[in-house]
């Protein structure tokens, strides 16, 4: 029930980072990737590449070096990290180059219901890589091939990551279309272009690659910050009704966010636009403004591919709606079960109502109230429980937090840097 106050720094992007600790399999060489932020999800990938034989250092200063073998022991892969985390499927696309055939634990992380890998497997046939589902495990045989023209089967950010990294070492000129264009696949195209790989298209759907054979030189790749992360403190300040100021903001990748905020009746500022370490994202503060009679949107609030309302950042419009009057109809097609989690809120005195498994009704204003909670193993449903806690008068309890941790570091601790009260508890 505290108001929150003062400034945050924007970390930098969980997505890009595990999408570049499976391209770093790529380079023969050191890769090094600047700040990267010490979060469950990483060290679920450093277990692995440890495992498999990379030499992983992390400096004081937050960079992550990583020195991979002659060869790779993926004999010796740990099956249970590799398990946490559904970023191993991304290994598809690098050890594609590197072996006639191996073997990849079933993916894990988020649970969110059936969550697909065939558009991963229809993309890498296209270069040459065939997959067979076996009993807890991927089996993939490749004969390689040069694959001129893709259409990817389904706009995802993994598949696109995965299918960059096989054009990357195809050698000769691919053509991938329908591709993501959001935030962590443009980073994945700044890195390799670091690498030498050329990459044209950049921020749009059609990429056309020019593969090299090989990468084998020492790279330093500074990944851009987390615009899920900015959307995440946006909406601590705006359920707060709080004045504070999210510093390095990824603008491009929360334009829309922000639109549908603003016609709500949402208050905030935000500064002149400045480049990100990488030289190319561009970045902005955002300061939230203390903002009463918010009113609830005329239209439903929907996910959509980059340049829409990013995937992730859709449950946090839930806190947010709840303060305003009217009634808010959030419609999360993407996921069978995430929606389902959202009913969490009436423990908090949040008035929902579960059309389906994809369609939440959310009326306001609301008169939140404390509970104790078991966090949902999703992370963004269980951070919106925290946020909407926040602005709850007395003490919550959150239990189980270690879904929060697989994408925030220390949150609750930057939280509290701004004026929350978060003890966290570690027996509980």
Request: a positive charge.
């Given at each position: 029930?505290?108001?929150?106050?003062?400034?945050?720094?924007?970390?930098?992007?969980?997505?890009?980072?595990?999408?570049?600790?499976?391209?770093?399999?790529?380079?023969?060489?050191?890769?090094?990737?600047?700040?990267?932020?010490?979060?469950?999800?990483?060290?679920?990938?450093?277990?692995?590449?440890?495992?498999?034989?990379?030499?992983?250092?992390?400096?004081?200063?937050?960079?992550?070096?990583?020195?991979?073998?002659?060869?790779?022991?993926?004999?010796?892969?740990?099956?249970?990290?590799?398990?946490?985390?559904?970023?191993?499927?991304?290994?598809?696309?690098?050890?594609?180059?590197?072996?006639?055939?191996?073997?990849?634990?079933?993916?894990?992380?988020?649970?969110?219901?059936?969550?697909?890998?065939?558009?991963?497997?229809?993309?890498?046939?296209?270069?040459?890589?065939?997959?067979?589902?076996?009993?807890?495990?991927?089996?993939?045989?490749?004969?390689?091939?040069?694959?001129?023209?893709?259409?990817?089967?389904?706009?995802?950010?993994?598949?696109?990551?995965?299918?960059l990294m096989a054009a990357a070492l195809t050698d000769g000129v691919t053509i991938l279309r329908n591709i993501s264009s959001n935030y962590m696949v443009q980073d994945m195209c700044f890195f390799l272009e670091v690498c030498g790989v050329k990459i044209e298209g950049i921020g749009s759907n059609t990429l056309?690659?020019?593969?090299?054979?090989?990468?084998?030189?020492?790279?330093?790749?500074?990944?851009?910050?987390?615009?899920?992360?900015?959307?995440?403190?946006?909406?601590?300040?705006?359920?707060t009704n709080s004045h504070i100021t999210i510093r390095r903001s990824p603008i491009n990748f929360l334009r829309v966010e922000l639109l549908r905020l603003e016609k709500m009746g949402c208050k905030f500022r935000i500064s002149k636009t400045y480049l990100a370490e990488n030289g190319k994202t561009e970045l902005v503060d955002i300061t939230t403004l203390e903002t009463d009679n918010l009113k609830a949107p005329e239209d439903k609030i929907h996910a959509?591919?980059?340049?829409?309302?990013?995937?992730?950042?859709?449950?946090?419009?839930?806190?947010?709606?709840?303060?305003?009057?009217?009634?808010?109809?959030?419609?999360?097609?993407?996921?069978?079960?995430?929606?389902?989690?959202?009913?969490?809120?009436?423990?908090l005195g949040v008035d929902v109502r579960l059309a389906d498994p994809h369609r939440v009704y959310i009326t306001g204003p609301s008169k939140f109230e404390p509970a104790d909670i078991n966090s949902p193993a999703a992370l963004r449903p269980a951070v919106i429980i925290l946020i909407t806690m926040l602005a709850a008068p007395g003490t919550s309890i959150l239990r189980n937090i270690y879904s929060i941790t697989r994408g925030y570091e220390d949150f609750a601790e930057r939280l509290n840097s701004l004026g929350a009260h978060i003890t966290v508890l570690r027996d509980i």
């Open positions: 029930g505290h108001k929150l106050h003062g400034a945050i720094d924007v970390k930098v992007s969980k997505n890009a980072t595990v999408g570049l600790l499976c391209a770093a399999l790529l380079n023969k060489g050191t890769t090094t990737l600047k700040k990267a932020p010490r979060i469950e999800e990483v060290f679920r990938l450093i277990e692995v590449l440890q495992s498999i034989g990379v030499k992983v250092t992390w400096f004081d200063n937050g960079d992550l070096e990583l020195k991979p073998p002659n060869v790779l022991n993926l004999a010796g892969m740990d099956v249970k990290a590799a398990r946490r985390t559904r970023s191993v499927i991304m290994y598809l696309g690098s050890l594609m180059h590197q072996y006639k055939e191996f073997k990849l634990p079933y993916a894990g992380g988020c649970k969110l219901g059936k969550r697909t890998v065939a558009p991963h497997l229809y993309a890498l046939e296209e270069f040459g890589v065939q997959v067979a589902t076996k009993n807890n495990y991927y089996h993939a045989t490749i004969k390689k091939k040069q694959a001129r023209d893709v259409t990817l089967y389904e706009m995802g950010e993994t598949v696109s990551e995965n299918v056309t690659v020019h593969g090299i054979k090989d990468i084998n030189k020492d790279v330093t790749y500074a990944p851009s910050e987390d615009p899920i992360e900015a959307m995440s403190f946006l909406s601590a300040g705006i359920t959509l591919t980059h340049p829409g309302i990013n995937m992730d950042n859709l449950p946090f419009f839930a806190p947010i709606v709840a303060r305003a009057k009217g009634t808010t109809l959030i419609h999360d097609w993407s996921y069978e079960d995430r929606a389902i989690y959202l009913v969490e809120l009436r423990k």
